[in-house]
Structure formats: C-alpha cells, structure tokens
C-alpha cells in the first residue's frame, strides 16, 4: 500500500460515518468502518460487504466500536456513558466488542479502534482497575483473532494514556490518534501531545476542532472541517511523517444530518492533505 494513503469515516447502516458510494465517488481507496448493528453482522452481510468493497477498490484500515446508550452529547454525559466506564454495562459491552471482533475478522480487518470510554486518574481505585482487567481481556481475546486494540485517543492526556497501556501491558494495543479531541476534551496540545505517543500510534483522525471559549475539559470545544481549526493540519501530517507513521490519514467528518456538507467538506479535506502530502 502507498504510504500515508487516504482514508474516510464510513458506516454501513447506522452510525455517524458517510455511505460507501460516497467514498467511491470521493476517489478514497481505504476506510475505517464504524460497527453495523448487530443485525447486521451476519456472515452473509460480510460476504455482501466485502465483495462490494473489491468493486469499489476499497480497504477496511479499521473496525470502530459502538454501543447503544453512548452518548457524546456533552463532556459530563460521555464520560458516564462511553465505553468501558459504566460498570453495569460492563460485561454485556466486553461480550459484543467480541462479537464486533469476529465480524471484523469476517471483512479481514485486524484492527479494532475504540473509545473505551475516560480512563480514571485515580489509579488505586476500584474503577481504574476495572478498566485495565476489562482491556486486558479484551486484548487477549483480539490476539486469539490475530488482532490489535487500537485506542481512541483525547479524553485523557498523553501521559495518562501512556500510563493506562503501561498497566494494560499487551503487545496487540496501540492508538488511533486524534488530534481534535484533545482540544474538544481539553486534554493537551495537539502536536506535543502525538511526539509522546508517537510509538503506539497505528491509525489517526484527520479531525480538525477549535478551542472552547468555556472552560477547558467542561465545555466542549467546535469541531471543523480540518484544516480550519487550531490542529495545525501540515504540522500535524509533516510529524506523522517524522515519528515514522505510514497508515492511513483517515478523515472523521461526523454531520451525517447534512450529507450534502459532509460530503463536500471531506472532499475539501481531502485537497487539503494532498496538498501537504506533496510537501513532504
Ligand atoms: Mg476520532
């Protein structure tokens, strides 16, 4: 594969991502592809998937997780809901992430990205525990599959991250690195924030947010298409390149309420990195 190819945010059926025709008509040759429903997650629908994804010359980089009672709706009620944090919906969320894992492995796809939710700070307590065990097993059932974690990155900092994998201690995790979120959830600088994490760094976002003229960490910031916010778009890309990184650059543009816009501005980012990729 090219270095640094290009890459959209898809969904199949439900989710924020856009529709495989639109990737196709974009030119975009890989994806990472937000969970189906369970419904949908038959062999069948695999087959069906994947032969439709050889007609458009398509690559499946990375399978998302999603559960049903997440909410992003602000800072407070994601860190309650997301992921792996919500104690009593545990086990039931552990138990679909595997069966999220062996759909994937129906597509061949041996990443699986998530947002495991706001890694508690207090490293003694109970819940932070729970959270290293809970990423533990669901690595090693990822290994058994021939597959890696990929999380999520922006609702802690960089150094509690790096903390929180330490205590993981798998081989099969790394990080999808997104750049926004560290300035939607507040947590650090951008480009400081990846130089730190540069070693577990397997998939990005190509995500663009500005600053919260709120309070940092409480209010969330904007999101924008990339490119005009305070990411930094060529610095970002030019240290993907320095650290090493050759993934894909995966754009996450999520206003599947206005199509048309979602459309034209990944379109729009899309211009943007070609435009950068040319300087390296
Ligand atoms: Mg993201």
């Known amino acids: 594969m090219e270095k640094m190819p290009i890459g959209v945010f898809a969904s199949i059926d439900a989710g924020l991502g856009v529709k495989l025709e639109v990737v196709r008509d974009l030119g975009v040759k890989t994806i990472q592809l937000h969970t189906p429903a369970k419904e949908s997650r038959t062999p069948e629908n695999a087959k069906a998937f994947l032969a439709k994804l050889d007609e458009y010359g398509i690559k499946t980089t990375v399978v998302f997780l999603g559960f049903e009672g997440e909410s992003y709706e602000t800072i407070e009620i994601t860190a ?41 700070h207090d490293v003694d307590s109970d819940l932070y525990k729970g959270m290293v065990a809970a990423i533990q097993e669901y690595c090693d059932y990822l290994k058994g599959n021939g597959q890696r974690l990929h999380l999520e990155t922006g609702q802690e900092t960089a150094e509690n991250l790096l903390a929180f994998l330490s205590d993981v201690n798998r081989d099969n995790i790394f990080i999808n690195f997104d750049p926004a979120n560290l300035i939607l959830y507040g947590m650090g600088e951008p480009i400081e924030s990846l130089k730190k994490v540069a070693k577990y760094i397997r998939s990005c976002h190509c995500k663009d947010a500005k600053k919260t003229t709120g309070v940092p960490g409480v209010d969330w910031g904007c999101e924008v298409p990339f490119g005009q916010g305070d990411v930094d778009a060529k610095l970002f890309i030019q240290t993907l390149a320095e650290v090493g990184y050759e993934g894909p650059l995966t754009i996450e543009r999520e206003i599947p309420e206005e199509p048309e816009r979602q459309k034209a501005e990944i379109g729009q980012a899309i211009e943007v990195i070609n435009a950068i990729k040319a300087t390296l």
């Open 80 to 120: 309650k809901t997301v992921g792996f944090v919500p104690e009593e919906t545990r086990a039931a969320r552990l138990a679909e992430a595997r069966e999220i894992a062996d759909f994937a492995k129906l597509l061949g796809v041996e990443a699986i990205g998530s947002h495991i939710g706001f890694v508690p």
